[in-house]
Nanobody
Framework: QVQLVESGGGLVQPGASLRLSCAAS????????MNWYRQAPGKERELVAA???????NYVDSVKGRFTISRDNAKNTVYLQMNSLKPEDTAVYIC??????????????WGQGTQVTVSS
């Protein structure tokens, strides 16, 4: 029904920046919330940043001031600008979107994830 394509991950040094993108496609009436999660080896999946359809944002404390989530509704795309990256940011970053389907139901969809590695 909905496909998510993530991009922008990579290997960078501490202090560097990356910009992640997640584009949604498929059959849906509208996209509601758009979120970025991350999961590091041996750790639980963590909600990193969220943005509502109205543009309100929330971040986990560890990334506040460094990460910025945004969305381009015309492109059905959510972005995560990550600055001042730290080794502890290393994880698979996973896009999640909540959509209203053509059947007027709200479903959540997950991307495949993109690897972010921060290492010297």
């Amino acid at each position: 029904q909905v496909q998510l394509v993530e991009s922008g991950g990579g290997l960078v040094q501490p202090g560097a920046s990356l910009r992640l993108s997640c584009a949604a496609s498929g059959r849906f009436i509208s996209i509601n919330a758009m979120n970025w999660y991350r999961q590091a080896p041996g750790k639980e999946r963590e909600l990193v940043a969220a943005i509502t359809s109205g543009g309100s944002t929330n971040y986990v404390d560890s990334v506040k001031g460094r990460f910025t989530i945004s969305r381009d509704n015309a492109k059905n795309t959510v972005y995560l600008q990550m600055n001042s990256l730290k080794p502890e940011d290393t994880a698979v970053y996973i896009c999640n979107v909540a959509v209203t389907t053509v059947w007027a139901q709200i479903f959540h969809y997950w991307g495949q994830g993109t690897q972010v590695t921060v290492s010297s």
